[in-house]
């Protein structure tokens, strides 16, 4: 979400067209919204435009859906092996995984779970 809405050049033409086809749903977890947060107040990440202005451009021009955060999700969470360290990817690969939907990344890690990555 971050690089489709800040127009970074790391995403790559497969995925933005993905997120552009207008048949596909695409879906943002808050723990996304929350990461993003993170590493825009620590100075990691800088935006073009102010945060909240952000959040609004992915959710109402761009029609991103909020998936929630279930606790089917949480649940997924302690079943699986971890591959990866960071807990926000585990987070959105317990989501894909238990809504049987997709996930945009560039993270080849995600992988090792059998969630299916575009990229």
Known sequence: MYWYIE???KLSIA???VIQDASNEVFISPA???EIAIKVSVGKWTLN?????FINLGLNQYGFQVLPILPTHTV???NMTYHHRD???RLLIAQALSENIPIV??????????VQRLW
Do not use: I
Request: no cysteine.
């Open 7 to 9: 127009g970074d050049a």
């Open 15 to 17: 995925a933005q067209s």
């Open 32 to 34: 996304s919204y929350w």
């Open 49 to 53: 435009r102010p945060y909240e202005e």
């Open 76 to 78: 997924r969470l302690t």
């Open 87 to 89: 807990p926000f990817d």
């Open 105 to 114: 990344s560039a993270d080849s890690q995600f992988d090792a779970y059998g």
